[in-house]
């Protein structure tokens, strides 16, 4: 029987290679201001740029253009929303990696709510979000940590003290998604695999969360093939056109599965450790990815309780391989072929980035288990750390 569940909005899709030469069309039903949020330069230098802007200049549309360079801190929000609080725009356009789209998705409701965006974060401000917010439009150059379709964007205070919390509320939902595998082709090898490490993460712990549904499920389940058949290909031959949309794909299914199934430890380990050190969030995700699965199934094994969790790590072993297996061998094969992709990708270790083993304590604190499906100890997560050090 299908059990109760409900099921977030999702943006109106916009699909397909080369397709980023429709943004002025799609943007025609909210007027002509428009204010552009984009990252660093390696946009507005690159190729597709100069079309772009002319294209809109053609077609009607006036507007502004936004650099946040890195992980959008709430200095960041506010000082362009202060910018442009009295001035009148349409529609704001995030293009660019998950950094610019949590950007463009923050600045887009902090233009109505006129606060500090301190103030609605999760966990440091004091209020709730009223959920208005000017049209946003997401247009993603990097397959990863899928912004494009979720309810949340991501804010940054680094250092001691600091924090990575989340401002979230589901009509921040993109009101579009445009998609164009084409635009990930300039995205360099290492952006790659730690972005693609970021979908697979929240795919897999979308697909064994303790709040997931037969529709997240069914949704991670296509993420995941796509990510196991063309992750290495879209990592090792960047103008590999069909893997880039394999993992474009993946990524847009993986923000649907994490807005609506939540996530597990290994995000949960994520925002701890993103707090405190400048480690981009998918080489976080991918190299904890084998170790924090190895100690889940082995907790589910032990307590022998969650034969659903077991089932479904066989159903991902199986995946990766055409063996008639057991569940058992099945479920061994995907830690083993996680372990595999951590080394075939080349992922850093935490200290690669300066994490040391002081930092644990701090680390420890701030991070919980989530959505997991084994309620995994603290000493467990230390080993976890150090496995990755
Ligand atoms: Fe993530």
């Not at 929240?202 to 990510?227: F, H, K, M, W």
């Not at 479920?331 to 595999?340: A, G």
């Amino acid at each position: 029987m299908v059990p109760d569940f409900s099921f977030k909005p999702t943006p109106q899709l916009f699909f397909g290679v080369g397709r980023h030469k429709e943004l002025p069309l799609v943007l025609k039903r909210f007027g002509s201001r428009l204010l552009i949020v984009v990252g660093g330069q390696s946009f507005t230098s690159g190729k597709y740029w100069g079309d772009l802007e002319r294209n809109l200049t053609e077609s009607g549309y006036s507007f502004n253009l936004v650099h946040i360079e890195g992980e959008p801190s709430p200095a960041d929000i506010d000082t362009v929303t202060e910018h442009y609080s009295d001035k009148p725009i349409d529609a704001v356009i995030g293009i660019g990696g998950g950094s610019a789209l949590d950007a463009g998705k923050a600045i887009s409701a902090m233009l109505v709510e006129q606060e500090p965006v301190t103030t609605f974060l999760e966990g440091v401000g004091s209020r709730q979000p009223s959920g208005e917010k000017i049209p946003f439009i997401a247009v993603p150059t990097t397959s990863g940590t899928g912004s494009e379709a979720t309810s949340n964007a991501v804010i940054s205070s680094v250092g001691h003290h600091g924090f990575k919390k989340s401002l979230r509320h589901d009509n921040y939902i993109p009101d579009i998604a445009l998609i164009d595998p084409e635009l990930t082709t300039a995205c360099p090898r290492n952006l790659t695999v730690a972005c693609g490490m970021d979908t697979f993460t929240q795919l897999v712990e979308g697909y064994l969360s303790t709040n997931g549904s037969p529709l997240t499920d069914a949704l991670a389940l296509e993420g995941i093939q796509r990510v196991i058949h063309s992750l290495q290909n879209a990592c090792d031959d960047g103008d590999n056109i069909s893997a880039r949309a394999d993992i474009s794909y993946a990524s847009y299914l993986s923000g649907i599965v994490l807005a609506n199934a939540g996530l597990g430890l290994i995000h949960g380990f994520a925002s701890a450790i993103g707090g405190i050190s400048e480690i981009p969030h998918g080489v976080v995700c991918g190299t904890l990815m084998a170790a924090a699965n190895r100690f889940t199934l082995q907790h589910l094994r032990e307590n022998d309780g969650d034969r659903i969790s077991l089932a479904k790590y066989a159903k991902l072993g199986r995946l990766t391989t055409e063996l008639d297996i057991s569940d058992h061998q099945a479920q061994d094969i995907f830690i083993e072929y996680l372990t595999n992709l951590s080394t075939t990708l080349g992922i850093p270790c935490l200290g690669d980035y300066g994490v040391t083993e002081n930092s644990f304590d701090e680390i420890l604190n701030q991070t919980g288990n989530k959505y997991n499906p084994a309620a995994l100890t603290k000493e467990d997560h230390r080993l976890i750390l150090q496995e990755r050090i």
